[in-house]
């Protein structure tokens, strides 16, 4: 009896609609980069940028490496984006080995290169598995760094959340008030880490609404692309790898079509997910590569605007 119950309801399931038929595209997305060491990865950056132009993102944003390592690149990449193109540009910062007064003068720089919004983090340390240790003269959390980058100029800040919690953090409560003190500095949302639970996300927002915070809290998407890799980054995250992406991914690793299908049909199946929760702004991690985001944004109603009609005279 149970087994014919499990096939009518998949049978159900399976004359349903498309998940994604006629979704309105009434969505925000935004994409990350992070600045290219090689003259062939500037070249791959670029074209990810120019394939998702058309997307109209809300903006774009480019990492910072640990200790400032990418300092130069990710201001010349920046400006870049700032000064040949419409889309608005949010430059990484850290707290990370400078003084106030040098990440007062990358901030000031980043200003006069029409930059208007920073995502400001406190960052990680440059030595594997070293504690994060302030610099004696500089900003020794990312809530304080909001507050300087306020004082600086009126950026738009953006900060970091995390639904699984930080690793750091004593505990889920000393987390949200961590979260809480970047918002009350100046910070206008919070991006979280990627995750793969859509539960874990709502749990989260559920929490912070709870806990009185108002922010817009975006979901931070990683399509995966390579899953021994995933599993290496995830761990000093702090985010919670499923075993059912294990099995998705396994026997893949000499097939990257097929893992490009796989991923984009993972990523663009939590993005509906999380549409369903009512999310409507997507970040997304693209690791230089536009590929699998714009097809899940094309899946999520995401398209191009259609150019106007020329009226002959």
Known sequence: MTANLDRVAEAARALN????????GDIAVSFEFFPPKTAAMEATLWDSVETLKPLNPRFVS???????STRERTHATVARIARETDIPAAAHLTCVDASRAEIDAVADAYWQAGVRHIVALRGDPPAKDARFAPHPDGYATAADLVAGLKRVHDFEVSVSAYPEVHPEARDAAADLDAFRSKLDAGATRGITQFFFEPDTFFRFRDRAS????????????????????????????????????????????????????????????????????????????????????????????????????????
Request: aromatic share 8%; hydrophobic share 50%.
């Open 62 to 68: 480019v990492t910072y490496g640990a200790g400032g």
């Open 210 to 313: 709870a806990a009185g915070i108002a922010a817009e809290i975006v979901p931070g998407i990683l399509p995966v692309t390579n899953f021994a890799n995933l599993q290496r980054m995830a761990g000093p995250c702090g985010t919670a790898v499923p075993a059912w992406m294990a099995r998705l991914f396994e026997g893949l690793d000499d097939k990257p079509a097929a893992r490009q299908l796989v991923a984009a049909s993972v990523a663009a199946e939590q993005c509906r997910r999380l549409y369903a929760g009512g999310v409507r702004h997507f970040h997304f991690y693209t690791l230089n590569r536009a590929e699998l985001a714009y097809a899940i944004c094309h899946m999520l109603g995401v398209r191009p605007a259609a150019a106007p009609l020329e009226i002959a005279a």
């Open 17 to 24: 609609p498309s998940l994604y038929a006629d979704l309105p």
